[in-house]
């Protein structure tokens, strides 16, 4: 009989978390001589994949909050990593641009994040991975949906 505390183990949003949460540990672990967190990577890929953007924009495609995914652009600014320049038709709003520090970085780290997902691979075929990010890929625009009609 399962109990419970096991059944909550098992919802979607336990186990998702819970697996974001080890394999963000996996690739923080490959980062530790670079000094920069999964986080701050992730948002400087995305800098790095399309210069130019806003912060909103970034945050969308980051998967973080505006507020957070300030701090992290105001730390990786402090780290020399990337810069921001004023928008010509919004005052208010800045691009984000990667510096060749930045750049030189991504390239560099890239391979742990490849490392680290080939490592996950070693447990499921490459159907079963396939399919994984299709469905993950599905929940993401469906959660995206949700989250815009609010």
């Not at 819970?18 to 992730?42: C, H, M, V």
């Not at 890929?45 to 130019?52: C, I, K, L, S």
Request: proline residues 2%; charged residues 30%; aromatic residues 8%.
């Amino acid at each position: 009989m399962t109990t419970q505390h096991n059944q909550s183990e098992l919802t979607l949003g336990f186990m998702m978390g819970t697996t974001y949460r080890k394999l963000s540990a996996l690739f923080q672990n490959g980062l530790k001589e670079y000094d920069i967190t999964p986080e701050q990577w992730s948002v400087l890929f995305q800098v790095d994949r399309t210069e130019g953007l806003i912060q909103k924009d970034i945050a969308k495609r980051s998967g973080k909050d505006k507020p957070t995914t300030t701090r992290i652009l105001d730390h990786l600014e402090g780290k020399g990593l990337i810069y921001k320049r004023t928008g010509e038709n919004d005052r208010r709003s800045f691009k984000v641009y990667i510096t060749e520090k930045g750049r030189a970085l991504i390239k560099e780290t890239f391979p742990i994040e490849d490392q680290v997902t080939d490592e996950i691979m070693n447990c499921i075929s490459s159907d079963e991975y396939e399919l994984l990010m299709g469905l993950l890929l599905r929940i993401n625009n469906h959660i995206d949906q949700i989250n815009d009609g609010e």
